[in-house]
């Protein structure tokens, strides 16, 4: 059988594009949006902010629980990058995050585990829009990460999608930018 | 007044001397490299480092680019041939030119990205221009030289050789062929390409660059063993259980019948499509889109083995000493830093001409292994180069396979089982051949003659001089 291309897009391949073309157009939507409302802001901080300490604390399962079970991460390699053309360090569905989680607790993870790592994130001023169909937020984050060797720090931006979830907020997407992997870095199996 | 060019063939000043740097190290070779045994130095002392960056970063061939990174006439790519940074540049005749990426005046690095399209090189200290193929375009006041058409401005070059669309440089004076030093390895690059539809690989501009606290040779030592991957890669192995996977590195290694093979100049294969009968797809448990994608195969009409089998690996690791290794669809290109410090820059490989759900699971099949097998390597290649620094212990041993199921055949050529330590003898063997002795190398350049700006100049210094 034939293996080159035929022109017609099924609708099971562009959901994938689909996916794709939304983070994207999040990542985009960040960069120059007007100034965002305080009170939307305010709302959104803490969730942030408690992702942040949850991951830190490696408290995976309550972290999980704060996302939704389309939730997207991605960590492309440079911040012009699209998901559908470029490799990623990272581009997870809610799936492989959770064996990312798994791996995390693997006796035999050899680089991600004893010692097991210490992570600080901190986050930096929290913006918020609501664009009708979710909620977009951003912040700047700075991430230390000790276990062996030498301390990896790393400086970037987080981009999250959120969706109302009755009192409170469900992570639909989040995307990280770390502008060191254009350079090179150690590797970021302990990323999340 | 003496030129350049008018200097006596042996003098060193020349700048097309052939010139072989550093002392002879034959005996200081034979202690460290033995046939069984192998001295800590070899991975930590500097000057081996620094002799590694002349005679086996410059001396032989070394990979530098793939042809379809560099379409168009003016595309280039900016990369690393030990410390020296090289542009691998598509002139307007459609050649490939290895161009040092060197001001001829003053030294300057005339480009600072990693890639992009040119129509000549212009160094931004003090203006001196640059064509494509390297030859020397202008530089502002040319009077104020004396006889300047006999200066070796135009732009050092490597040698430049290509085989299956990968292009290799080398330093080195007088190298031999690049069909004759792949020799048993082209062609497994050959039938590495040959799966792509139309024959047509592409490298992505998109490439993950990470780095170790270990010495670059960790890389190789690593390339053709099979028997890490069952301890060092368990917790990737455990993943594919959890999902009812076998992946390829979850065979028992003293079972499978997959085999190494040594391939002369420090190349080796590990073929291990004899270990997994039901084709690589088999090896891949769920990832990202693989549901969609294989849904909107099928409903292309796609039922084929072959089809699906493209979106990962082709189950064969070729390693091209001393820098590009091939595992999955990725290409390794370890990059040498320190004798402690390695870059591995990771490009991957695509298929333009398949459906494009290929591709699309192409770019999720390769972060997988890059986030729960990677880092596993770089945590042993560390501990390695930790347990090196002990002094009192010396020599490592590396004899697994030799006279316990190695068979050589009549060209010295060594097949093993995963086992076998035979490809790491085999690479050492040629960095040991490679580091003895000096290298003559030279610096090529464009031909004085050819250069257009140089014949005006010429002309006009002519022509003053007849006047006057």
């Known amino acids: ?192 | 007044m003496t030129t350049p060019l008018s200097k006596a063939p042996d003098d060193p000043t020349r700048p097309d001397a052939v010139i072989a740097r550093g002392p002879d190290m034959t005996d200081r070779m034979n202690h460290l490299v033995r046939d069984e045994l192998l001295h800590r130095s070899v991975y930590t002392d500097q000057e081996l480092f620094d002799l590694e960056m002349q005679r086996v970063f410059g001396g032989t061939w070394v990979f530098l680019a793939h042809e379809s990174e560099i379409p168009e006439a003016g595309d280039y790519v900016r990369r690393q041939m030990g410390k020296r940074q090289i542009l691998i540049v598509r002139t307007e005749h459609g050649e490939i030119k290895g161009l040092i990426n060197r001001c001829t005046h003053r030294g300057t690095t005339l480009v600072p990205s990693e890639a992009g399209c040119a129509k000549r090189f212009v160094c931004p200290y003090h203006g001196w221009a640059f064509d494509l193929d390297g030859r020397i375009a202008n530089l502002p006041v040319p009077d104020s030289y004396d006889k300047l058409y006999e200066r070796p401005f135009d732009l050092g070059q490597v040698a430049i050789g290509e085989r299956a669309g990968f292009i290799f440089g080398t330093l080195a004076a007088d190298p031999i062929p690049v069909d004759d030093w792949l020799g048993a390895a082209g062609p497994w690059l050959d039938l590495h390409v040959a799966r792509y539809p139309k024959g047509k690989m592409k490298v992505q501009r998109r490439k993950v660059v990470q780095e170790f606290a270990g010495n670059w040779k960790m890389s190789w030592d690593n390339a053709a063993d099979g028997i890490h991957a069952t301890f060092a890669h368990a917790s990737y192995n455990t993943l594919g259980k959890s999902a009812d996977t076998d992946t390829v590195l979850a065979r028992n290694p003293a079972a499978t019948p997959m085999v190494s093979k040594t391939l002369g100049h420090g190349h080796c294969v590990v073929d291990q499509r004899p270990g997994i009968p039901d084709g690589p797809w088999s090896t891949m448990r769920p990832l990202p889109t693989r549901d969609d994608l294989e849904e909107s195969l099928r409903e292309k009409g796609h039922e084929a083995q072959e089809m699906f089998d493209l979106m990962t690996g082709d189950m064969i690791n070729l390693s091209i000493f001393p820098n590009l290794i091939f595992v999955g669809n990725q290409i390794m290109v370890p990059e040498p830093v320190a004798p402690d410090r390695t870059k591995v820059n990771f490009y991957l490989s695509m298929a333009p001409e398949a459906e494009e759900e290929v591709d699309l699971m192409r770019l999720r099949v390769d972060e997988d292994f890059l986030s729960f097998g990677t880092p596993d390597d770089f945590e042993m290649f560390e501990r390695v180069q930790e347990g090196l620094r002990v002094d009192e212990e010396e020599w490592i041993d590396i004899s697994r396979g030799a006279g316990a199921g190695d068979v050589v055949d009549e060209d010295g050529l060594v097949t093993g089982t995963v086992a076998s330590e035979a490809p790491m003898r085999a690479y050492l063997a040629e960095w040991k051949r490679l580091m003895s002795k000096p290298i003559p190398t030279k610096v090529r350049r464009a031909r004085l003659e050819d250069s257009r700006f140089m014949q005006i100049i010429k002309k006009r210094q002519m022509k003053k001089e007849k006047t006057s």
């Open chain 1, 1 to 192: 059988m034939a293996v080159t291309a035929s022109s017609e897009k099924t609708a099971a391949v562009q959901r994938v594009h689909d996916r794709y073309d939304a983070m994207v157009r999040r990542l985009i939507f960040t960069r120059t949006a007007s100034l965002s409302e305080q009170a939307l802001n305010a709302e959104i901080e803490p969730v942030l902010a408690a992702e942040a300490r949850l991951l830190d604390a490696r408290a995976f399962e309550q972290w999980q629980a704060m996302l939704s079970d389309e939730m997207q991460f991605w960590v492309p390699v440079h911040p012009d990058d699209h998901p559908a053309k470029d490799q990623a360090l990272i581009y997870d569905d809610r799936r492989r995050l959770s064996e990312r989680v798994a791996h995390f607790f693997d006796p035999q993870a050899w680089a991600v585990v004893a010692p097991d790592p210490l992570t600080i994130r901190q986050i930096g001023a929290v913006e918020a829009w609501d664009v009708g169909t979710e909620i977009i937020a951003t912040a700047p984050i700075a991430l230390l990460h000790v276990r062996r060797g030498a301390p990896v720090k790393l400086t970037g931006r987080e981009i999250l999608s959120l969706e109302r979830n009755g009192a409170g907020f469900l992570i639909t997407s989040k995307t990280l930018i770390l502008p060191e992997l254009a350079l090179s870095t150690p590797h970021l199996g302990w990323i999340i």
